[in-house]
Structure formats: C-alpha cells, structure tokens
C-alpha cells in the first residue's frame, strides 16, 4: 500500500530561515507542542493558529536556512504539516528532518505552480506531487527505500531502536 499524504498548502517564498520557523526566544523548551504554537509567527501570524494535521508546506529555494538548530523542523512536525515540498533545503534543515521522520521533497518548479490552499496529494513511495486543486501532477526523487522507513518509523530514534530491538 502505498504512503499518500494529502492536505492544504501553506505557501512561503526563497530562504526561509530556522529564525522565522522557529524564533530563538522560543528555544528555552524542547517540547513539540510548545514549539508548535510558535512555528512560523515571525513569517505568518496566522500558521500556528490556523494549521491543521495533515497539511503540507510549499517553498522555494533554500527552505530551512541559516541556524543548525533541530527546532525547526520538530516545531513544523509538531504543527500538524505532513510534508514539506520545496525547490531545494538546507543541507542541515535537511538532514535533521529525515532524523525526526519529516518528509521533504525536493522540485524544481512544483512552487511556482501552487497557491496557498490548494489541494495537494503526495504519493511518498512513488514520488508523485499531485496538485488536486489544478490537476497537475509531478514527478520528484523519492527517498531510498531505508530512508523511507526510517521516516515512516517516525525517525532517526525510533528506526535505531527497532533495529536494534529494544522497541
């Protein structure tokens, strides 16, 4: 069966930083919920508030910029966002997102192409994009299969645990 996660579009533009995700007056708690209710308000007053489990962020280039802090992506996991589709990451953003099971994607046009709000199924072990609200439908890499599963374990902590059999 196939991994499909489907949701409403939250739309941000190029080089998005850690510090509007996740503002560093808020990196006193580690705990989800609370990053949550902060995530994007220095972007989008009206995210936190507003987001709902299972939608998905659309951005342009360069989405997760500037600090290496985890926050960031544990803060947009905790809000509710299923995935994130942007034209390209952070190499750190990245990497920390695959370690805490949130799947990011990467296309080149798929951005230019979505409004906020739109309709938007993604088909993760197929790597199909699928815009419900336009009807256009895009191809991107998927994530090898380990890769996969490490996300679908809901990262890197509980894949080791299993692996390991201590879960």
Same mark, same amino acid.
């Not at 409403?8 to 007056?25: G, H, L, Q, S």
């Not at 953003?93 to 695959?98: A, E, L, T, V, Y």
């Given at each position: 069966?196939?991994?499909?996660?489907? *949701?409403?579009?939250?739309?941000?533009?190029?080089?998005?930083?850690?510090?509007? @995700?996740?503002?560093?007056?808020? =990196? +006193?708690?580690?705990?989800?919920?609370? /990053?949550?209710?902060?995530?994007?308000?220095? @972007?989008?007053?009206?995210?936190?508030?507003?987001?709902?489990? *299972?939608?998905i962020i659309v951005a342009g280039e360069n989405f997760g910029c500037g600090s290496?802090?985890?926050?960031?992506?544990?803060? %947009?996991?905790?809000?509710?966002?299923?995935?994130?589709?942007? $034209?390209?990451?952070?190499?750190?953003?990245?990497?920390?997102? %695959? #370690?805490? *099971? =949130?799947?990011?994607?990467?296309?080149?046009?798929?951005?230019?192409?979505?409004? $906020? *709000?739109?309709?938007?199924?993604? +088909? /993760?072990?197929?790597?199909?994009?699928?815009?419900?609200?336009?009807? $256009?439908?895009?191809?991107? +890499?998927?994530?090898?299969?380990?890769?996969?599963?490490?996300? #679908?374990?809901?990262? /890197?902590? #509980?894949?080791?645990?299993?692996? =390991?059999?201590?879960?």
């Amino acid at each position: 069966m196939d991994n499909i996660l489907k *949701g409403k579009t939250w739309k941000y533009e190029n080089d998005v930083d850690t510090d509007v @995700i996740i503002p560093a007056r808020y =990196l +006193n708690t580690s705990e989800p919920s609370e /990053l949550a209710e902060h995530c994007m308000e220095d @972007i989008d007053k009206t995210f936190a508030k507003e987001v709902q489990k *299972g939608d998905i962020i659309v951005a342009g280039e360069n989405f997760g910029c500037g600090s290496s802090r985890e926050h960031a992506p544990i803060a %947009i996991k905790a809000s509710g966002i299923s995935v994130i589709i942007a $034209k390209t990451f952070a190499r750190i953003f990245f990497r920390n997102s %695959i #370690n805490i *099971g =949130l799947p990011i994607l990467e296309h080149p046009t798929f951005s230019d192409e979505c409004s $906020k *709000g739109d309709i938007i199924e993604v +088909n /993760l072990d197929k790597g199909i994009i699928k815009n419900i609200t336009t009807g $256009k439908e895009y191809k991107c +890499n998927k994530f090898p299969e380990e890769i996969q599963n490490l996300i #679908n374990e809901g990262g /890197l902590v #509980n894949y080791t645990a299993k692996k =390991l059999g201590v879960r």
